[in-house]
């Protein structure tokens, strides 16, 4: 891949619960912090108007009340309020495409998932249709519709058979403006506060252990000599 023109282009959000100092099963604060690291190599991935290259990752918004604008997206840090033990929320990290980029490769890394599970955080909603995991099986690569810590490739309405994205002839015809922002879909939808004792809530008060669920996004330039998905994977790059 060394001599293969490749961009990448990462974004990360970090998912941070956090429960309030206060009484037994008392009313929680839970904030999930999403971290913006952008960086690109070569040319071809263009910005959005928002500044975004090549790629974007946000998420519903969550106003002050607790409920969730699904028709608001953010790239920075929210609070969830008053989560409570048994409370599930919409949580949909989401990475756009920002159409008239050179087509490319999509991955997503998570991390995190076991740790949080130990504390009592779940993670669902796994869009297995349009994200797939990437596993190393008898030292090849393969795709499975495996959940949970690991780097998860884009295989969804947007990709060809061998998983490009491409947007170049949309915006030709007109489909997509140049620079639009269009969704590859959400990686997962929800995060969940498992419904818990007392003695399990005091275990993880008042941070749940720092437990943190990361996301990250990366676009890799796909070249027109025959390289696969599996070459674009070994040039990928989160931050």
């Given at each position: 891949m060394t001599k293969k023109k490749i961009m990448m282009t990462a974004m990360s959000a970090g998912l941070v619960a956090v429960i309030g100092v206060g009484g037994t099963l008392a009313y929680l604060s839970a904030q999930s912090e999403t971290v913006n690291n952008t960086f690109t190599v070569g040319t071809g991935y263009i910005p959005d108007e928002g500044g975004h290259v090549g790629i974007v990752l946000d998420e519903a918004k969550v106003n002050t009340d607790g409920t969730v604008d699904i028709n608001t997206r953010v790239d920075g840090p929210q609070t969830y309020p008053e989560l409570m033990p048994g409370d599930s929320k919409l949580k949909d990290p989401t990475v756009r495409f920002v159409a008239g980029s050179v087509k490319s490769y999509v991955f997503a890394q998570v991390t995190g998932v076991e740790d949080a599970a130990e504390n009592y955080l779940?993670?669902?909603?796994?869009?297995?249709?349009?994200?797939?995991?990437?596993?190393?099986?008898?030292?090849?690569?393969?795709?499975?519709?495996?959940?949970?810590?690991?780097?998860?490739?884009?295989?969804?309405?947007?990709?060809?058979?061998?998983?490009v994205v491409d947007f170049d002839d949309e915006v030709e015809n007109e489909e997509y403006a140049e620079g639009e922002d269009v969704s590859l879909g959400y990686i997962f939808s929800n995060v969940s506060f498992n419904n818990v004792?007392?003695?399990?809530?005091?275990?993880?008060?008042?941070?749940?252990?720092?437990?943190?669920?990361?996301?990250?996004?990366?676009?890799?330039?796909?070249?027109?000599?025959?390289?696969?998905?599996?070459?674009?994977?070994g040039a990928a790059t989160f931050k």
């Open positions: 779940t993670i669902d909603g796994w869009n297995t249709q349009s994200w797939m995991k990437v596993e190393d099986q008898d030292g090849e690569l393969t795709l499975t519709d495996n959940t949970g810590d690991g780097i998860y490739l884009y295989v969804g309405n947007y990709a060809d058979e061998n998983y004792s007392n003695d399990e809530f005091e275990s993880v008060s008042p941070n749940f252990n720092n437990a943190a669920i990361k996301v990250a996004a990366c676009a890799v330039q796909a070249a027109n000599d025959g390289s696969t998905w599996e070459d674009a994977y």
